[in-house]
């Protein structure tokens, strides 16, 4: 900071709020702390008494705010995102598509390790849609050292990108639901339509849905059989408990499935099974997925269809926020499950 004639104060930033008051009709703010002066304001400073102000010098060392604020953004920005305009060293980051969030956790702590800049994010992995806000960066003083702004380019060039939206593949899903009460029209079939509303919601589509009775073969022979059928993904539905008829786990076996994980650290959906045919991923989805809003079915669908395959890791890392609390009204993503990773 230091005082400067406001005759060589152009370009220069204002560094507290100038009052100016008229008698008998306003007291207020003529302009405000972080204002970039111009020619014109010139004549009306002299007017309120400033001959001199207390200005912060921006040159190729210090960068104001609102212009450090937006190379800020744009190098944490990755695909499917849009910079808002930057406003009290603000820049807000928005979806401009449905798809996957993903963020890298470590380079915003990185970034965020650096004195007097600040980034926010939503959690990694959720579904976001376009328009929703995602992260928001923002310079803590007036001024900044471009030396600063430079090692964020730097984690931005490193971990590129910090942020992106991917966008989902639209897949043709192939389900074989089970259950001899379902086959043999004891009751009536109330997972297909949870399964059709879901799928259509990320934007892809049900094939074909097989009907099978709580039998390994026709189970392996209904997988295999999508899969004949050019499914992208495989859902097998319910069997997946303990009780003797529970068999659908060994009937993606039989199918040939290269089994990831049986057992997954997240309720409800702990009796949820993960496994590949080739590229194609098996899921086995345990009866809550019908019945609960949000389950395991919730996060690892998108991040499958966003070209993920994942592991047995990726799968075990839900457990820390995995426990759903099955509120009245379910407010998912917008709460901690399956926020741990
Ligand atoms: N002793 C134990 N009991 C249960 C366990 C356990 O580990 N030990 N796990 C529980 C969990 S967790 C879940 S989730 C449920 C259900 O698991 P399943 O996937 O095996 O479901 P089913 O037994 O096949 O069916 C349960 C229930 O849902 C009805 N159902 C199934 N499919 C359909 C359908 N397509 N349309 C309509 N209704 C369907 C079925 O008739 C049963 O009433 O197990 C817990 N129990
Ligand atoms: O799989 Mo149950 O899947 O925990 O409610």
């Known amino acids: 900071m230091r005082a400067v004639p406001v005759y060589q104060a152009e370009g220069m930033v204002l560094c507290h709020d100038i009052t100016e008051i008229i008698p008998g009709k306003r007291k207020g703010k003529a302009f405000r702390k972080g204002h970039v002066i111009c020619k014109e304001d010139i004549p009306r400073l002299l007017d309120i008494g400033k001959e001199n102000i207390y200005v912060w010098e921006v040159n190729a060392q210090t960068i104001h705010e609102n212009d450090a604020a937006t190379r800020f953004a744009k190098a944490v920005a990755g695909a499917g995102l849009s910079l808002d305009e930057a406003s009290e060293g603000k820049v807000e980051i928005r979806a401009n598509t449905l798809g996957l969030l993903k963020v890298n956790a470590e380079a915003v702590e990185k970034i965020n390790d650096i004195d007097q800049v600040a980034a926010a994010t939503l959690h990694t992995n959720q579904m976001v849609n376009a328009g929703n806000k995602v992260t928001g960066c923002k310079i803590i003083p007036l001024v900044i050292n471009a030396e600063k702004l430079q090692q964020i380019e730097q984690i931005g060039i490193d971990y590129y990108p910090v942020v992106e939206?991917?966008?989902?593949?639209?897949?043709?899903?192939?389900?074989?639901?089970?259950?001899?009460?379902?086959?043999?029209?004891?009751?009536?079939?109330?997972?297909?339509?949870?399964?059709?509303?879901?799928?259509?919601?990320?934007?892809?589509?049900?094939?074909?849905?097989?009907?099978?009775?709580?039998?390994?073969?026709?189970?392996?022979?209904?997988?295999?059989?999508?899969?004949?059928?050019?499914?992208?993904?495989?859902?097998?539905?319910?069997?997946?408990?303990?009780?003797?008829?529970?068999?659908?786990?060994?009937?993606?076996?039989?199918?040939?499935?290269?089994?990831?994980?049986?057992?997954?650290?997240?309720?409800?959906?702990?009796?949820?099974?993960?496994?590949?045919?080739?590229?194609?991923?098996?899921?086995?989805?345990?009866?809550?997925?019908?019945?609960?809003?949000?389950?395991?079915?919730?996060?690892?669908?998108?991040?499958?269809?966003?070209?993920?395959?994942?592991?047995?890791?990726?799968?075990?890392?839900?457990?820390?926020?995995?426990?759903?609390?099955?509120?009245?009204?379910?407010?998912?993503?917008?709460?901690?499950?399956?926020?741990?990773?």
């Open 165 to 341: 939206v991917k966008p989902l593949k639209a897949c043709k899903v192939g389900v074989v639901t089970t259950g001899s009460e379902v086959y043999h029209g004891r009751i009536k079939d109330c997972f297909g339509p949870v399964l059709t509303d879901k799928f259509e919601h990320l934007g892809s589509s049900i094939l074909r849905q097989i009907f099978v009775p709580d039998d390994i073969s026709m189970i392996a022979e209904a997988i295999q059989s999508l899969r004949a059928a050019g499914a992208d993904m495989i859902v097998t539905t319910g069997g997946m408990s303990v009780d003797p008829d529970d068999v659908t786990p060994s009937g993606i076996r039989e199918a040939g499935g290269e089994i990831v994980i049986y057992g997954a650290p997240t309720l409800p959906g702990a009796m949820f099974m993960l496994a590949y045919l080739g590229t194609v991923p098996v899921l086995g989805l345990p009866g809550c997925v019908m019945y609960h809003k949000s389950t395991i079915f919730d996060l690892v669908v998108p991040r499958l269809l966003a070209g993920e395959v994942l592991s047995r890791k990726d799968i075990t890392k839900f457990g820390y926020g995995g426990l759903c609390l099955v509120c009245e009204e379910c407010r998912y993503p917008e709460c901690g499950f399956g926020k741990g990773n």
